[in-house]
């Protein structure tokens, strides 16, 4: 069982950054691929970002509308996934979740196995 823990949202105002982190209670995460959803109040959860386990090399894939503002990456060492958030938006306020399992490139959260619970990210405008 994979415990995930999401930390680093809070409130900033438009053009800010913000880096998301999701830490890990497994020593094996780099076996996982990991993603990022949101979900936006009364919208549905969807898919930000994956990327691959080391035995994929951490290739990373991205929704098409947040490639060049979002970079996701790992550090295997220290189990934690970030997300790593520029020119932020207030259409990217949201709750952001990581998960963990899944297929490379998996954008559904179907596919995942194990997920946090979140933490918000509110962007003012």
């Known amino acids: 069982q994979v415990q995930l823990v999401e930390s680093g949202g809070g409130l900033v105002q438009a053009g800010d950054s913000l880096t998301l982190s999701c830490a890990a209670s497994?020593?094996?995460?780099?076996?996982?691929?990991v993603g990022w959803f949101r979900q936006a109040p009364g919208q549905e959860r969807e898919f930000v970002a994956t990327i691959g386990s080391i035995w994929s090399g951490s290739r990373t894939y991205y929704v098409d509308f947040l490639k060049g503002r979002f970079t996701i990456s790992r550090d295997n060492a220290k189990n934690t996934v970030y997300l790593q958030m520029n020119s932020l938006k207030p259409e990217d306020t949201a709750v952001y979740y990581c998960?963990?399992?899944?297929?490379?490139?998996?954008?559904?959260?179907?596919?995942?196995?194990?997920w946090g619970q979140g933490t918000q990210v509110t962007v003012s405008s």
């Open positions: 497994e020593h094996t995460f780099s076996n996982y691929m």
């Open positions: 998960a963990a399992g899944g297929t490379l490139g998996a954008d559904r959260e179907a596919e995942y196995d194990y």
